[in-house]
């Protein structure tokens, strides 16, 4: 905890102390039950039902059973506070991971391509897109506020056409099985994923109306979808799998919903940060052995998308500072935007170890030798944005502009916009 930088000397402090308790707790409670055995029997071995000795016997074992249901609804009271705050604890960063305390200190590990160069100055995604007609910032805000936008025309279609291009690829040359997941998701699978309780405020939850949620038994939240590697994930929630089986491999698109608490004064301009935007989410699951090869291989999937499309992005490995909550280790894709003279993140290939497999009760069963059972053991999830469909948009725009404004539509993704070549002004 102390590699991720996480200071909070008393909340740990808090768990050691709770987790004395509930050792405590449960030795008494097993001595108390034994003592409790032991007097039911020797009650049960009184002859005469009636006598005094066999209701002080009674009595004696109804004090011992009061005494121990307070001590059973006192260790349901440590265990509930102790896992609320154990809930709140980041996944430990693997020991491959680079030490440091921020993004400055992340780690470069590989380009491709080069940064395109221009014999005039460079714009922004902003510029082009309201000079091309492709994107209504004005109409996205009136219609449902800030960080909302409208696409239009070529716009909408490069939108559609890049989401089928990724699940294209995946699909047909990486091997992934495509799926279609819900957009309204439960709060169980936003805390198996570890969306939950950490990151509440950065998620939408929806108001549920009391006639339907009678009619529909919902005794659950519903929280609209932040990205596909919830619902994706969960797909093998409560679920034990064969180990012949892995590693399994899931691509899907959604719409993804993000409230981004804390993030206001940043990214305010353009399509960087919005509230609402598209995304192909890669998942795996592996046994241990193999996740950090089926780590490295995820990530070279989501970089083959940006080389189909002649984009130039680095690769950086995230130093323990930076990782996110439930990441152990982590590979960020970053594309070169010219007009913003900068690398932005366009996909966070991370591997969680078994930290959302232990939240989902996600297993698998180890081969057996054939002579004795073998016990499920969790698995490893890993998963990458293949990619944030908004964000290789702006990469596109801004990477293969040219001086008259237009825009090259890289040749891979021509036969999904009926063979276009050029984006140019209307």
Same mark, same amino acid.
């Given at each position: ?148 936008? /409208?696409?239009?025309?070529?716009? *909408?279609?490069? @939108?559609? =056409?890049?989401? %089928?291009?990724? $699940?294209?690829?995946?699909?047909? #040359? ?34 549920k109306d009391e006639e ?67 995304? /192909?989410?890669?998942?795996?699951? *592996?046994?241990? @052995?193999? =996740?950090?090869? %089926?780590?490295? $291989?995820?990530?070279?999937?989501? #970089? ?9 992005y680095q690769v950086v490995e995230l130093c323990t ?99 276009? =070549? ?5």
């Amino acid at each position: 905890m102390a590699r991720r930088g996480y200071r909070d000397e008393v909340a740990l402090s808090r768990l050691g102390e709770l987790a004395e308790k509930r050792r405590a707790l449960i030795t008494d409670a097993e001595r108390l039950k034994r003592e409790r055995n032991e007097a039911s029997t020797a009650m049960a071995a009184v002859k005469d039902k009636k006598s005094q000795e066999f209701a002080d016997r009674r009595e004696a074992l109804r004090g011992l059973s009061d005494t121990i249901k307070g001590q059973e609804a006192e260790l349901a009271e440590v265990e509930g506070t102790l896992q609320a705050l154990l809930h709140e604890l980041p996944n430990l960063p693997h020991q491959s991971a680079p030490d440091g305390k921020s993004e400055e200190e992340n780690v470069w590990v590989r380009s491709w391509g080069k940064k395109p160069e221009f014999a005039f100055e460079a714009k922004d995604h902003v510029d082009l897109g309201e000079a091309l007609g492709i994107v209504d910032f004005e109409a996205g805000a009136k219609i449902s506020g800030a960080r909302f936008t /409208v696409l239009r025309g070529m716009g *909408a279609r490069l @939108e559609r =056409a890049l989401m %089928q291009f990724m $699940l294209d690829r995946h699909a047909d #040359e990486h091997g992934y099985e495509e799926l279609w997941v819900p957009t309204l998701l439960k709060d169980a699978s936003l805390f198996g994923t570890g969306q939950l309780p950490k990151f509440a405020r950065d998620s939408f939850r929806i108001a549920k109306d009391e006639e339907w949620a009678s009619q529909n038994e919902a005794s659950h939240d519903l929280y609209l979808c932040p990205t596909a590697e919830v619902p994706v994930t969960n797909t093998l929630a409560d679920t034990i799998v064969e180990a012949a089986s892995l590693p399994i491999a899931y691509a899907a698109y959604s719409a993804c919903f993000r409230s981004e608490a804390g993030s206001y004064g940043r990214d305010t301009r353009g399509l960087i940060r919005q509230h609402q935007f598209d995304k /192909v989410e890669l998942v795996r699951f *592996a046994a241990p @052995e193999d =996740a950090m090869a %089926q780590h490295a $291989l995820l990530t070279e999937h989501a #970089e083959k998308i940006l080389q189909a499309l002649e984009l130039h992005y680095q690769v950086v490995e995230l130093c323990t500072g930076d990782l996110g909550f439930g990441a152990q280790k982590c590979f960020d894709l970053e594309v070169w935007l010219p007009g913003q003279n900068a690398y932005r993140e366009i996909s966070s290939c991370s591997w969680f170890g078994d930290f959302q497999a232990r939240r989902m009760k996600a297993r698998y069963r180890p081969e057996s030798d054939g002579k004795k059972k073998v016990k499920p053991k969790l698995l490893h999830t890993i998963n990458g944005s293949g990619l944030a469909i908004g964000r290789t948009l702006v990469a596109l725009l801004e990477q293969k502009q040219r001086q008259d404004g237009s825009v090259v539509i890289p040749e891979a993704l021509r036969p999904y916009v009926g063979g276009r =070549a050029l984006i140019e002004a209307r």
